[in-house]
């Protein structure tokens, strides 16, 4: 289900950027560069605006519906942390840090061998 949604997930958004970008703004922009500016395309003499706007309303929806479907399964699949569970050690003044390799030292409590 997960790769389902991420996959309509990015054809939404990449729907919605080239829906975007074929609208002719106030200065023609890209979309002029297709055929937006003249009457006899294929959309009609009123130009692609009306189904262009369509469209992009419903890729916004589908990228806006997607988007909450993907943090609310990501949300709930989350069974543990990607940080592994470390035990914190504290490290006295006097004691020099463990080389790679070499065994712990002890604490002084245990009576074994440890450095002070």
Do not use: C, W, Y
């Not at 106030?26 to 560069?33: L, N």
């Not at 395309?41 to 009123?46: D, I, K, Q, R």
């Not at 490290?91 to 061998?113: D, I, L, M, W």
């Amino acid at each position: 289900m997960s790769i389902f949604l991420t996959i309509m997930h990015i054809l939404a958004a990449v729907s919605l950027i080239l829906f975007v970008l074929l609208q002719a703004g106030k200065g023609g922009g890209i979309g002029a560069a297709f055929g937006g500016g003249s009457s006899d395309t294929l959309f009609g003499s009123s130009g692609p605006a009306g189904i262009l706007g369509k469209l992009t309303t419903v890729a916004a929806i589908l990228f806006m519906t997607t988007s909450l479907l993907l943090s609310f399964f990501g949300a709930r699949s989350q069974t543990s942390s990607i940080v592994p569970d470390a035990p914190i050690r504290a490290q006295t003044q006097n004691s020099a840090p463990a080389k790679p390799g070499a065994a712990a030292p002890q604490s002084p409590e245990t009576g074994k061998s440890g450095s002070r």
